[in-house]
């Protein structure tokens, strides 16, 4: 029998904790796959814990990963994913916007030979101006960047087979990039569902237009990681060269200038200064790629660092 991890970070959801269970309860029931269901507490404040650890106890398919404080979602998937022994992981909001009945139709995809199936609210149900248009432009960017035609890498609402997920470490915004983060280790087999995404019942989202520069910065850096970290001199050499060239140009016709009696300060003194600019930056970005090579390689040696602190665990 096939296995099932439905991993779910959740801060402060103390209220939508019921309806989901009962919801996810209903779904799993129905599935021919033995499943747990892994809540990630991601330093709640309210009752969330106190209710997971009584129902718990009553099912052993339920299961807790406590941190010792907000992480964010990032660290809270990775922490869900480090405990998941499902052959499939499911990733899902604790929120309610994310339905459980939508659970079989990625588990279809997966069956019909799909590594990820990635969630797409077609019609979603958010605010334009500060959502839906600002979303619409950040997911066309990074399908371009990241080389995965998707509609949205902003949801959560995802499966995977568990070995894609391993040895991935999650941080700041990089969990909207697991998809992208997948697909740069090899060529897996990608679908897409569409979704509904009905507005929240209970609390307020945390999430705003200020999100969208780190996504950005975050979207940045896991490029350099996927494609250049492990020949960073190439990146750097390549711009560091250039300007040695611009630079040496210039400095070669300085100098016949020179010969030919030129005084060059008094004629070419705007081309001097750049050239010497552009020599200096030059010899800087190549050094500074050198270093970053070696950098690389302390890098890829260095311990396993996680990205969060488990306070305890429950059923795990």
């Known amino acids: 029998m096939n ?4 991993v779910i970070p959740i801060k402060n959801e103390a209220k939508s904790l019921p309806e989901l269970l009962s919801r996810l309860n209903a779904v799993l029931s129905k599935l021919n796959w033995q499943s747990e269901i892994i809540f990630v507490d991601d330093g709640s404040r309210d009752e969330t814990y106190s209710f997971l650890e009584k129902i718990s106890k009553q099912d052993k398919s339920v299961k807790i990963v406590s941190l010792s ?3 964010g979602k990032a660290a809270a998937l990775s922490a869900g994913f480090d405990s998941a022994r499902g052959d499939v992981v499911v990733t899902m909001d604790g929120d309610l916007q994310h339905k459980p009945e939508d659970i079989p139709k990625f588990l279809a995809k997966i ?11 077609e019609k979603r149900k958010d605010n334009a101006l500060t959502r839906k248009i600002p979303s619409w432009f950040a997911n066309r960017f990074i399908a371009k960047m990241s080389g995965l035609p998707l509609h949205d890498f902003g949801g959560t609402f995802h ?3 568990r070995e894609l997920l391993e040895g991935i470490e999650l941080y700041s915004e990089l969990h909207r990039f697991i998809p992208a983060l997948v697909n740069w280790r090899g060529s897996y087999r990608v679908a897409e569902v569409s979704i509904e995404n009905p507005p929240r019942k209970f609390g307020s989202s945390n999430y705003g237009l200020w999100r969208i520069v780190r ?13 250049y970290i492990t ?3 190439y990146f750097f050499g390549l711009f560091g060269l250039s300007m040695l060239s611009l630079g040496g140009l210039g400095t070669v016709f300085l100098i016949i200038r020179k010969l030919s009696g030129v005084l060059i300060l008094t004629e070419h003194g705007p081309l001097f200064i750049t050239s ?5 930056v030059g010899i800087q970005l190549i050094l500074f790629g050198l270093m970053t090579e070696v950098l690389s390689r302390v890098y890829h040696s260095s311990t396993n660092k996680k990205t969060y602190r488990i306070r305890q665990t429950v059923n795990i």
């Open 69 to 71: 404080r907000n992480f």
């Open 231 to 233: 020949h960073s001199l």
């Open 3 to 6: 296995t099932l991890s439905i």
């Open 111 to 121: 069956d019909e030979g799909a590594d990820m199936v990635i969630s797409w609210r």
């Open 159 to 161: 499966a995977y087979k």
């Open 276 to 280: 010497i600019f552009l020599l200096l």
């Open 215 to 227: 996504v950005l910065f975050d979207l940045v850096t896991i490029k350099y990681l996927s494609s």
